[in-house]
């Protein structure tokens, strides 16, 4: 399994803070981290059709 932190890093994050949240949603349990991780994606979907 690969270390969350060395995978953060490889994303590139322009905001520390962008970081931070990512790294405190991967450090959550797994059954609050799903659902978690499937909205941002449907927003970040929502949000690329509008560019």
Same mark, same amino acid.
């Given at each position: 399994m690969e270390d969350i932190g060395?995978?953060?890093n490889t994303l590139g994050?322009?905001?520390e803070s962008h %970081?931070? %949240?990512f790294q405190a949603?991967?450090?959550l349990d797994?059954?609050?981290?799903?659902p978690i991780l499937f909205r941002?994606?449907?927003r970040l979907k929502d949000y690329l059709?509008?560019?």
């Open positions: 060395e995978y953060a994050f322009e905001e %970081l931070e %949240l949603v991967m450090n797994k059954k609050y981290r799903v941002a994606k449907a059709k509008e560019e």
